[in-house]
C-alpha cells in the first residue's frame, strides 16, 4: 500500500525559512511526478513545486520561483520542499502528492487529476 507521510511544517514568521518532507512508502518513487500541493483557507487547492523523480522536469508555481525548491533524497525515498522568505499569504496546508506507477519521462504540470497518491498534508502557518 502506497503511503505518503508529510512532516516538518508549523509557524513561521514572515521572511522565515521551513523545509518540508514527504517519506514514501509501498513503492520507490523512481519514474513519476511527485511533489507538493498546498491549500489556503477559502481557496483551492494550487500546485507549488513538483518533480520528475527521475530527472529532469521541475514545475514550480510562478509565486514561490526563487524562494522554493523541491530536493530529493532517492535512497531515502523522500522528497522536500524547502521553502525561503516566506510570506503570510503562504499559510495553508501542504499536502504531498505523487502520481501512481512508473512513467515514461514527462513534464510534470499541476493537474491534480494526475496524482493519484495524496498524504494528509501538514500546516505551515506565516505570521506577519
Known amino acids: 500500500q502506497v503511503q505518503l507521510v508529510e512532516s516538518g511544517g508549523g509557524s513561521v514568521q514572515a521572511g522565515g525559512s521551513l523545509t518540508l518532507s514527504c517519506a514514501a512508502s509501498?513503492?520507490?518513487?523512481?519514474?513519476?511526478?511527485m511533489g507538493w500541493f498546498r491549500q489556503a483557507p477559502g481557496k483551492e487547492r494550487e500546485g507549488v513545486a513538483l518533480m520528475y523523480t527521475g530527472g529532469g522536469s521541475i514545475y514550480s508555481a510562478d509565486s514561490v520561483k526563487g524562494r522554493f525548491t523541491i530536493p530529493q533524497d532517492n535512497a531515502k525515498n523522500t522528497v522536500y520542499l524547502k521553502m525561503d522568505s516566506l510570506k503570510p499569504e503562504e499559510t495553508a496546508m501542504y499536502y504531498c502528492a505523487a502520481e501512481g506507477g512508473l512513467w515514461p519521462y514527462h513534464p510534470c504540470t499541476p493537474a491534480e487529476e494526475e496524482y493519484t497518491d495524496w498524504g494528509k498534508g501538514t500546516q505551515v502557518n506565516v505570521s506577519s
Open positions: 509501498g513503492y520507490t518513487h523512481s519514474s513519476n511526478c
